[in-house]
């Protein structure tokens, strides 16, 4: 899948997430090259969900599904964008749709 679990102790320097109503999304680094992490942290209840890349066009160039366990989930996102600014819209089962910008150099 991707995802690896951190553990309380790891997580002492990821401190710096976006507040959301049932947990933390976070995407880093921003900007990025060729990759990007994708941090969400669920304190309720395994989840799954998928997230849309857009173009300023809003034209969808990247898709990709996953699952969110209990706790820290981090997934390491590769691609082959140009670059620019692009929004990622995250859909998950728990969180409402959350929409971020992602700026790719």
């Known amino acids: 899948d991707g995802f ?3 553990t ?26 060729n990759s990007f992490n ?3 942290q669920n304190s309720n209840q395994e989840d ?11 034209n969808i160039v990247l898709t990709k599904s996953f ?10 996102i590769q691609h082959k964008l140009s670059p620019g600014i692009y929004h990622l819209k995250i859909y998950t089962n ?5 929409v971020k910008k992602i700026t790719i150099k």
């Open 94 to 98: 728990s969180h409402p749709i959350e």
């Open 4 to 6: 690896i679990k951190v």
């Open 67 to 76: 699952k969110v366990l209990n706790g820290m989930n981090i997934q390491t």
């Open 8 to 33: 309380a102790s790891d997580s002492t320097s990821l401190n710096i997430f976006t507040e959301t109503l049932n947990g933390t999304f976070r995407i880093y680094p921003n900007p990025s090259s």
């Open 38 to 40: 994708l941090l969400i």
């Open 48 to 58: 799954s969900g998928y997230f849309n890349i857009m173009d300023t066009q809003g």
